[in-house]
């Protein structure tokens, strides 16, 4: 390094010593050789020439000029002994000169003609490497070729397989190429290609089958009513088959009677339509059983399951699957608003349901695992609630027996359809107990409007018969026998109206509609008959009883019909037990079984006859009370008429015809009526006289109010009805026979001093009733004396009568007091 070189120092002036020069020389020829050195750096070795003593710079100039000159002199010593060799080396060059241009001609020459003549050789030599190239390179395309081609045949396979939408195998022709196929020519641009559309290629085809699940799903969820009609007119057929069966078994038993409630015959229902059982039985034979898997195609089903199973996201697949079957069947649960007035809506409602589990079963049994047992359970299970709360609410609109009878049917094809495909079914029977109840409303109201039609199309007249043959009709339709009407010559009359064979044909067509409704409810004959008995005990008990009373409250109902009605209800209460045989013929069940229901109409018919009985009653003391109205008392007159007032002699003589008509009653009735009205009659008449509003009474007055008890009195003596020991009838007046006795006689006397006695000649007059009314009489004779002004000559001619009346007036109220007290 520059920094670690040690320089000599400048030589002294000439003055110094030898040795000192000596020094300075080798001093600058170290300077020198560190200038002519063209490795190291020139600053350091000037620096030290001008930084050690003065006039150095001078000294080194002298000695750098020694220096060239001494070299000038080298080089020319150097020049001069070359010189000469120079000299001849350039002699010999020039000679050389000529003959290499020479030889260059040659050169040249032969190098044309050796072109000329390899170019043939080199174009051949150039064709058979392009050949050998081109033949390597085929050879290395051949190899790959061979390599490549499965791929793209492969790979062209999975499009055609695509195209044509079987992407099962598609999806394992994926799995071939990238497990064989595409690892041997992976280094190719179109096989990274090829690998990296599979995925794609992969979710195309979920996405597509995916796609045609919806598809299908949407195209079951709109042909889930033909698959589900389908399905329950197999049931329809497979149960009148057994049916038939059962009947051809039961040849020579009982036939039950053919019966519609609209009038039209038929024998079994056909999907809740009424059919004859001739009608369409050869199209049935011969027409194609069908089933789920011919009227749906469920391929997409499957195609999706194995597409989602191959790509290993099969549970992704059956949660969606079974999610959105959840939702269809939520979807085909809920009933149209209008559901209830046709049974067209009943039946697309079931066939609906059916379509979507017979659907589910077919899944159920055509795939491993895609819906299990448990599921389809859950979701029946879920419908069967919702089916229940659906036609309980939806059968309580209903109002029409019919209608509720075809619901009946198509309920009971709906369960034997779903129950042939492994669902329980027994809620759905469990509810038809609670449709026949409604099923039975909708009859009685239906048969209250019969009755109520029937009763007011009546005559309540008896049934007039002019030959025989009327008689066998009307016989046959009611089971009536007379042996003394028998005996009688036509023209004769029955005694019952002509609704009596009517009503009881009523119940009968009751009890065959009812009937209707417990057929294929897979219940046995003793509940079958207890139905039966049941249902026609509510028409006899509630409907039935119902119109009888109302009928017998209207007011446009006189006596006569009260009359006619009591002797109906006799003749049907003795009809009660023809319709127990009735209903006994049709069950086969014998009436001596145990637990077996009677029927109630004994007691409905009794407790009408008792309401007419007590409406004629009520009627005949009414009527009474009309008459008295027009009773038109002269209450002051001095003397009587001698004779009975008109508006009493009427009375009297509509009684007696009334009871005229009593002679069909029985024998009670009649005598209670007549009892009852003479009762009312004699009451009627006490309370006109004991009146508050009556003020006074003259004894004329007294004395025509006794001609008018007289006819009354006179009337029950005449034994108006039959079957009255002595003289019952005239006990009815008693009270106003000796209130009316104890003023005409005047025997106060002997009423107070027999008073209390059980043999007193008085003893049915009470002291207040003889006070309220002598009263009356008492002011009738003073006013009638003020009014003639002869007050005082009737206080001088009868001072000791008015002491008397005083006397009397005085003891009565004592014994009232006594009495209240």
């Known amino acids: 390094m520059a920094s670690d070189r040690v320089h000599a120092a400048l030589p002294n002036p000439p003055s110094q010593s030898e040795e000192e020069n000596k020094e300075e020389e080798k001093a600058f020829g170290n300077i020198f050789a560190e200038l002519e050195s063209v490795d190291l750096p020139l600053g350091t070795t000037l620096r030290s020439i001008y930084d050690d003593q003065p006039n150095a710079h001078k000294r080194f100039m002298e000695k750098l000029d020694a220096r060239i000159r001494n070299h000038d002199r080298e080089i020319e010593k150097m020049c001069n002994f070359h010189h000469q060799g120079f000299v001849d080396a350039i002699t010999e060059l020039l000679k050389v000169r ?57 790979y062209s396979k999975l499009k055609e397989q695509l195209e044509s939408k079987r992407y099962y195998a598609a999806l394992k022709t994926m799995e071939q190429l990238e497990k064989v196929y595409i690892p041997r020519v992976s280094q190719y641009r179109f096989c990274q290609i090829m690998a990296e559309n599979l995925p794609r290629l992969r979710e195309e085809i979920k996405e597509i089958s995916m796609s045609d699940l919806k598809d299908f799903l949407e195209s079951i969820r709109k042909h889930s009513d033909k698959v589900g009609e389908t399905a329950m007119r197999q049931a329809q057929q497979h149960r009148t088959f057994n049916s038939a069966v059962a009947k051809q078994a039961s040849i020579g038993q009982y036939t039950k009677p053919v019966y519609s409630l609209n009038g039209r015959t038929h024998s079994h229902t056909h999907n809740g339509l009424m059919m004859d059982d001739d009608t369409g039985d050869e199209d049935e034979a011969d027409e194609e059983v069908l089933t789920a898997q011919d009227l749906v195609d469920f391929s997409p089903v499957y195609r999706c399951l194995h597409i989602y199973t191959v790509l290993g996201d099969r549970e992704t697949f059956e949660n969606y699957y079974r999610k959105q079957r959840k939702k269809q069947a939520r979807l085909v649960l809920q009933p149209q608003a209008n559901m209830h007035e046709t049974v067209e809506g009943y039946r697309r409602y079931f066939n609906q349901i059916v379509g979507f589990f017979v659907v589910e079963d077919h899944i159920l049994h055509a795939t491993q695992g895609l819906v299990t047992r448990a599921f389809t359970d859950e ?126 044909t009523q119940v009968k067509e009751f009890i065959y509609a009812s009937l209707k409704f417990s057929e294929s409810l897979h219940r046995s004959s003793t509940e079958i008959d207890d139905m039966l008995r049941k249902s026609t005990n509510l028409l006899l008990t509630r409907t039935l009883s119902s119109c009888l009373q109302n009928l017998i409250k209207k007011p446009h ?87 009975a007032s008109g508006y009493l002699m009427d009375l009297i003589n509509f009684l007696r015809s009334t009871f005229q008509v009593f002679t069909h009653l029985p024998g009670k009735v009649a005598q209670t009526a007549c009892m009852s009205a003479c009762k009312h009659l004699s009451t009627s008449l006490m309370q006109m006289l004991l009146d508050t509003e009556l003020k006074q009474i003259s004894m004329g007055a007294i004395q025509q109010f006794n001609l008018d008890v007289i006819q009354c009195e006179l009337f029950a003596s005449s034994e108006p009805v039959p ?93 009232v007091n006594g009495m209240s007290s």
């Open 98 to 154: 000529a003959d290499s241009e020479k030889l260059m001609g040659q050169v040249t020459d032969t190098n044309r003609r050796l072109q000329e003549a390899g170019r043939e050789v080199t174009a051949q030599t150039e064709e058979v490497i392009r050949c050998r190239i081109q033949q390597r390179n085929m050879a290395i395309t051949v190899e790959k070729l061979q390599l490549c081609i499965p791929v793209l045949e492969m």
């Open 379 to 504: 979701l029946w299970n879920m419908a069967l609630s919702k089916i229940i709360a659906v036609l309980r609410t939806h059968s309580s609109y209903c109002d029409d027996p019919d209608l509720v009878l075809e619901l009946k049917n198509l309920i009971v094809i709906f369960a034997d359809t779903l129950q042939g495909y492994g669902f329980s079914v027994n809620r759905l029977f469990d509810l038809l107990f609670e449709v026949r109840d409604q099923y039975n409303e909708t009859l009685l109201k239906k048969w209250a409007l019969v009755f109520r039609e029937i009763f007011e199309l009546d005559n309540y007249s008896p049934i007039p018969v002019e030959t025989e043959e009327e008689y066998k009709l009307v016989i046959s339709r009611f089971p009536f026998h007379d042996a003394e009407i028998e005996k009688q010559d036509f023209p004769k009359k029955l005694p019952m109206s002509q609704s009596v064979p009517q009503i009881y």
């Open 557 to 643: 109902i006189g006596l006569t019909e009260l009359v006619q009605i009591i002797i109906n209800t006799t003749h049907l209460e003795q009809a009660c037990r023809y319709l127990e045989e009735f209903i006994t013929n049709i069950t086969n069940v014998s009436p001596e079984t145990v637990h077996t229901t009677r029927l109630y109409g004994l007691s409905t018919f009794k407790d009408a006859r008792h309401a007419a009985e007590g409406e004629i009653y009520t009627k005949l003391n009414q009527k009474i009370d009309e008459f008295i109205q027009l009773a038109d008392y002269e209450w002051g007159m001095a003397e009587s008429d001698g004779r």
């Open 723 to 815: 079957g009255f020991q002595g003289d019952t009838l005239q006990l009815a007046f008693i009270d106003l026979r000796q209130l009316l006795d104890l003023f005409m006689v005047w025997d106060w006397s002997t009423y107070l001093a027999d008073y209390g006695q059980p043999t007193s000649k008085y003893l049915r007059v009470n002291p207040a009733t003889a006070l309220a009314l002598l009263e009356k009489v008492y002011r009738g004779m003073k006013d009638t004396s003020k009014k003639n002004n002869i007050f005082s000559q009737f206080r001088k001619n009868d001072r000791d009568k008015q002491k008397l009346i005083e006397t009397v007036v005085k003891q009565l109220r004592s014994l």
